[in-house]
RNA sequence: GGCCCCAUCGUCUAGAGGCCUAGGACACCACCCUCUCAAGGUGGAGGCACGGGUUCGAAUCCCGUUGGGGCUACCA
């Protein structure tokens, strides 16, 4: 391709399960190429094996992709509806000499290749002259001799020897082209510059060279193999055993734009130590030819870091709207009758300072609205049954609380007070307080919570506490 | 097995021959702040896989070893 051109990526998944973190990183960095480059960032299905694929698959693709804020120019294009362009290429090759039809079961291949130096297909059916048909697969003539060579972005040149590369498969015995054709069809039909995918894929790229340069049809592409992403066991992230569902994760509560912040680190970082970009940071400073080479793993923890620091900088009307799905509707732990909005606005402040993921607000606001009133069975031991003063102060606290002004300030002075008397920090005093209102030890700040579950539940519950502890203790 | 890729703290990375006494971030530890828990602040521990070269000088270049990974389907 020449500087002239206009640059065009493509991203290709296979709608074969859950489109995962991986997918959704190779998704980013095509479309920050594209971006930059004011180019066209377009969205292919690859769907050529009917059997593997499913509709829905690709409905979640496309969510995920929208939820993370990747929007494509082009497309979605499916290619199974773009079966007549790969016949018309076979055609084409069938016709310069670079196919041939072949006959043998995969039983055969394998018998005959066991015992060889070199596995793969031994080209047998090369010279038999079969007619092409139903029943026959094709396959393309790889040369015996020569390198084929990659142009990497991110790896520079791979060579690979020509006689490495078995007589490999072009269209199905069933007639059905194979991923390795329908890819370089694609691409030159798309006019695509530069091919930006995972690293997977390197080893079949000399394949997609060779074809492309038997179709003579256009300039070859530019490659990026990007490092896979592993797990703790730094083996390639599955779906089958590891959990890498972007779906999953915003079920959990991370924002799409922590989410598209931290992929983007995970094989190339910005200059000067910075860590948090914007989307348009991103586009403007992201370049390829700076992507890491070794696998990445995708650390949750950290990923959780920078859903914390997200979080923390949206404004509190922003936090309030992001919580909505996991304060209503049929995954809250309350019903809409109980629900108050404006006591969870109250609080909501507090509760953006300390979580991670959004789906860590039911737990901090529960005991306001949960019902029944659920106690940490734990936490009341700890606080309640092991403290031998912790009936006395629970019972001061409710005759000062009984009388007192429901105000953050005005509670906190009287349980100071109390603990004076007992000689006791308010750090000590609290906790049988909080126990017995909130259900835990640990929690929203107290005072706080104590004004919105309101002098009668407060009251309520401070007599339960005691009731509980005298009968049983 | 064959082909290919890779190799800096546990993890993500900065580093393109002298700026490195190897920098940042997550996680971890300590302290500060503090009504609990977080958040925040300060500090700490922790790394160039190994062996040869090249060079006045190597984390940086070359070769080898070792280790990891990917691919090896009439899947994508």
Known sequence: MTDSQQVRVRFAPSPTGYFHVGGARTAL????????REG???LRIEDTDRERSDESWTGGIVSALTWLGIT?????????????????????????????????????????????????????CRDRGLEPGIGKALRFRVPDTGI??????????VEFANETIEDFIIVKSNGDPLYVLAVVVDDIDMKITHI???????????????????????????????????????????????????????????????????????????TEDREVLTIEEMISEFRLEEVNRSPAFFDEKRLAHFNGLYIRALSDEEFIERSRPFISG?????????????????????????????????GYVKFLFAAPFEMDEPSFEKAVRRDELAVTILSEARSAYAKAEF??????????????????????????????????????PLFESLVALGREEVLRRIDGAILRANEEG
């Open 29 to 36: 960095y095509n479309w920050l190429f594209a971006r930059q």
């Open 40 to 42: 066209k960032f377009i």
């Open 72 to 124: 494509w120019d082009e497309g979605p294009f499916h290619q199974s509806e773009r079966r007549p362009l790969y016949d018309a290429a076979v055609a084409t090759l069938l016709d310069r000499g670079h196919l041939y039809a072949c006959d043998c079961t995969r039983e055969i291949v394998e018998a005959r290749t066991k015992d060889r130096a070199t596995p793969g297909y031994d080209g047998f």
């Open 148 to 157: 084929t060579t990659v142009h990497d972005l991110v790896r520079g040149d």
């Open 196 to 270: 930006i995918r995972a690293e997977e894929h390197l080893p079949t790229t000399p394949k997609a060279v060779l074809i492309w340069q038997a179709l003579d049809a256009a300039p070859l592409p530019l490659f990026a193999h990007l490092p896979v992403l592993v797990n703790e066991k730094r083996q390639k992230l599955s779906k089958r055993r590891d959990r890498v569902a972007v779906e999953d994760y915003r079920q959990l509560g991370y924002l799409p734009e922590a989410l598209r912040n931290y992929l983007c680190l995970l094989g190339w970082s910005p």
């Open 330 to 362: 049929e995954h809250a732990l309350w019903t809409e009758r109980q629900f108050d909005e404006g006591l969870f606005r109250s609080l909501a402040p507090l509760v953006q300072a300390r979580i991670a993921t959004l789906g860590e607000i039911p």
């Open 407 to 444: 105000e953050v300030e005005e509670l906190k002075e009287l349980l100071i007070s109390i603990g004076e008397q007992h000689d006791r920090k308010l750090a000590k005093t609290q906790a049988p307080v909080r126990v017995a209102t909130m259900g835990s030890t640990v929690g929203l």
